[in-house]
């Protein structure tokens, strides 16, 4: 093919791949075989809910966290939100004081291991956000007063249910 009418130019370089690349060494690849230690189907020894509805039904979720090391996790939920129209501090704190009782079924080394993830939930478009300043206070001063990090969480302003007309209300709540 021409451009314009003129012959292509030729090769810049014009090696054969046999002098290039020469004799390469082939790739070796070694394969390993370990334990599972017991942990064949799944990762997760304890589900904390149900399979065939999402209820919860158990205090705490337990998982290895490999399937060839023999290192655990758990997972626990705390919640009071009927107590948080009264004292949102004191709601927080039971929440988190919930958690660390569903954890008792876990083994856990120290309350220093222990990682807590935040869910304030408030709805936006009603009165009382500002107790959502006070939860996050509460379990914060929980949270440093018993050793226990917390490396996540989030804010939720979920929607706004309406039935028959009305606005259903809910206390917010911390999960």
């Not at 292509?8 to 082939?26: F, I």
């Not at 008792?104 to 408030?122: E, F, H, P, R």
Request: aromatic letters at 8%; proline letters at 7%.
């Amino acid at each position: 093919m021409s451009l314009g009418g003129l012959p292509p130019p030729p090769p810049a370089v014009n090696l054969e791949l046999e002098k290039v690349l020469g004799d390469m060494p082939k790739k070796t690849f070694e394969f390993k075989r370990f334990t599972t230690h017991g942990v064949c189907d799944s990762l997760v020894a304890q589900q904390r809910n149900s399979l065939v509805l999402t209820d919860t039904t158990a205090d705490v979720l337990a998982i290895a966290q490999t399937y060839i090391d023999l290192t655990e996790g758990a997972c626990a939920i705390g919640e009071q939100p009927i107590k948080g129209p009264v004292d949102p501090k004191a709601m927080a704190r039971l929440a988190v004081g919930e958690a660390l009782t569903n954890l008792v079924w876990a083994k856990v080394t120290s309350l220093y291991d222990v990682k807590a993830s935040g869910n304030w939930m408030y709805l936006s478009k009603l009165d009382g956000k500002g107790n959502m300043y006070d939860v996050c206070n509460g379990s914060f001063e929980a949270m440093i007063e018993l050793g226990i990090a917390i490396d996540g969480g989030r804010t939720v302003f979920p929607w706004q249910p309406i039935f028959a007309g009305e606005v259903v209300k809910a206390p917010g709540i911390l999960l």
